[in-house]
């Protein structure tokens, strides 16, 4: 069985800083793993995907994420937060077979303060 | 290219009832995955079509009903309804089967309130 947990329901950045998102999952095949936002009243977006080209993805809107199979994590990060990023983001995994259903985290609210 | 479209965007009903939900899926896409969200489970994954077919069911009651048609749209039923129903349900449509393999493209979601 998958299963992905998110550490911080709710982070808070100020403008300019640092945004870290915690991500670790559990896998017993090895995974596709997923970062999507949600703004308020929208659906999911997806912000980028590993698929085991590579352990550094970039997505978009600034944001990459690396792949620690050690550590099993997959860790959001961006260098400088705008009040833009202000949103709720969820981290999902999948088989690498892709053919069993995304299963999501708790999703982490992050807050940027001016 | 238009988006994931569902309908209606907001829906009350009231204990008991049925509910059907809409969504149509972007153009050329064959696969419609449901998902149900809500703020104390989070999202949980209902089932999923390809080709007028379920691929995939989530772990939920059998009130919780979908289809595909030919046109890749694809409807989702709940019926007696419960006060636990109440959620925003996600639609989410892609190339093909295999949510992993295959980017998904979220609809806005209908919000579904019972009282």
């Known amino acids: 069985a998958q299963s992905v947990t998110q550490l911080g329901s709710h982070v808070s950045v100020s403008e300019g800083a640092l945004v870290l998102l915690r991500c670790n999952y559990s896998?017993?095949?090895?995974?596709?793993l997923f970062w999507y936002v949600q703004y308020p009243n929208q659906g999911l977006q997806l912000l980028l995907k590993?698929?085991?080209?590579?352990?550094l993805v970039k997505g978009i809107n600034g944001f990459e994420a690396e792949f620690k199979k050690s550590e099993t994590s997959f860790h959001l990060t961006k260098p400088s937060a705008h009040m833009s990023d202000a949103a709720e983001y969820f981290c999902?995994?999948?088989?690498?077979?892709?053919?069993?259903?995304?299963?999501f985290g708790k999703g982490t609210r992050l807050s940027v303060i001016a | 290219k238009a988006g994931v479209t569902q309908t209606p965007r907001y829906l009350i009903k009231t204990r008991g009832q049925q509910v059907t939900l809409s969504c149509s899926p972007i153009?050329?896409?064959?696969?419609v995955s449901w998902y149900q969200q809500t703020p104390g489970q989070g999202l949980q994954f209902l089932f999923e079509?390809?080709?007028?077919?379920?691929?995939n069911k989530g772990n939920f009651p059998g009130r919780f009903s979908g289809r595909q048609f030919s046109n890749s749209r694809s409807e989702m039923n709940v019926s007696t309804l419960e006060l636990g129903d109440s959620a925003l349900y996600l639609c989410?449509?892609?190339?093909?089967?295999?949510?992993?393999?295959?980017?998904?493209?979220f609809g806005p979601g209908t919000r579904l309130t019972v009282t």
């Open positions: 989410a449509s892609s190339l093909a089967v295999g949510q992993g393999s295959y980017e998904q493209y």
């Open positions: 896998s017993s095949v090895p995974p596709y």
């Open positions: 590993y698929t085991s080209a590579a352990t």
């Open positions: 999902a995994v999948s088989s690498f077979s892709g053919n069993t259903p995304l299963v």
């Open positions: 153009s050329g896409h064959r696969s």
């Open positions: 079509y390809f080709s007028e077919t379920q691929r």
